[in-house]
């Protein structure tokens, strides 16, 4: 492709993702594809000569944008939100076009020192001490595995990175049933094992019990196990459940364990102050994540880990070959040694736009009004006659059945997104099916939020 033929495209396709987001509302949330549609559609061998870039931005219009669930869909109330703010999406544009790869300091000054700076923003947003470092990641679950793998490697004074678990007592990782499935699934590539996670009891506010994790903890040492760390969930997937996360880091550091908070959704909520009751302690704590790409407006992917004192997590995942050193700068700061992919992208300058278009006050705006829009919807969804509310909202997430039970329910959330108009998502609660609810998407508005429940008041008469 000429560099000219580049402009004239870039220029086309940047007026379409203007028309994209303008008319978002027009579309349905949720794709109505059936399954191999798009599979079908796509040649099966690929083309020997050059395709015309008209056709090929012709066929994406014809195959891609009608297949896609809308992620940015203002009426998009389902999981959380995987945000993608404007200002960011900006930034993304530039660091697509200079398609750095971010592994060293070296490779990409600017990116390096910019994550510094962002990160220290965001710590200060959050309200965390000074002293705290960090670095950005591509997700949760990424921050999560590094995590365990420094509680793992912690716990074995180092052993396991250079002789591997065998013949060693089995590393122990605490949490609670309300924890997300990322930590089961760091547990087995750390070759920790489901086995060795386990899950402690939660109290009647679905938070961890401390008695219950102090006595599980002396209960291993006792049987021989090797306890090493636990995860702290604040705010968690299913109905956005925290464990006290004060006395549970009691229990850690008279334990000697290490922690690591996973916030992934909530900790965007703690840039406002009024809400950080809800990881009151996490100052105590060793390791943090949260996600910007999910309810701050960072565009997906930016996952952001803070710790303590990175020593252990250096110790635990830096490498440092003949072809990656530095001549004359051995102690230039190379975030590829706290992570454990090499490569990395320019993450920080979508954060950089982000907290300068919007401002930390515009963006704890947003915040409040999800939550105030949430509680709203859930007191709208409470008056109606076939519902129940059967989690109160946590932040900005609730959830719903129907009075019916659980067939009714199921029923009425394929109704619901079968419509189009909305789209919500289910979990298991207390062994019922419900329908979570939760305000988030960057800019959708109140009255975004009172359609869907019109919406689902509209479908539940109907059924
Ligand atoms: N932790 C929590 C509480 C989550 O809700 C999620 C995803 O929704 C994750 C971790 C995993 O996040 P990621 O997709 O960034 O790995």
Known sequence: MKIEEFGLWSRRIADWSVRYLETLRDRPVRARTKAGDVLNALPVAPPETATDMADIFADFERLVPDAMTHWQHPRFFAYFPANAAPASILAEQLVTTMAAQCMLWQTSPAATEMETRMVDWLRQALDLPDGWRGVIQDSASSATLSAIMTMRERALDWRGIRSGLSGESAPRIYASAQAHSSIDKACWVAGIGQDNLVRIATSDDYGMDPGALRAAIRADRAAGHLPAGIVICVGGTSIGASDPVAAIVEVAQAEGLYTHIDAAWAGSAMICPEFRSIWEGCDQADSIVFNPHKWLGAQFDCSVQ??????????????????????????????????????????????????????????RTRIRNHIAWSNEACEAIRALPGLVIVTEPR??????????????????LDRINTDGRTYLTQTRHDGRHVIRFQVGQFDCTREDVMEAVEVIGELEAEG
């Open 306 to 363: 803070f710790l303590k004192d990175p020593t252990d997590q250096l110790k635990s995942l830096t490498l440092r070959p003949d072809y990656l050193e530095t001549p004359g700068m051995e102690d230039a700061v190379n975030y590829s040694e706290w992570t454990i992919p090499l490569g990395r992208r320019f993450r920080a300058l979508k954060l950089w736009f982000l907290i300068r278009a919007y401002g930390l006050e515009g963006l």
């Open 395 to 412: 932040l900005s997430l609730f959830s719903f059945a129907c009075k019916a039970g659980d067939e009714a329910t199921a029923a009425l």
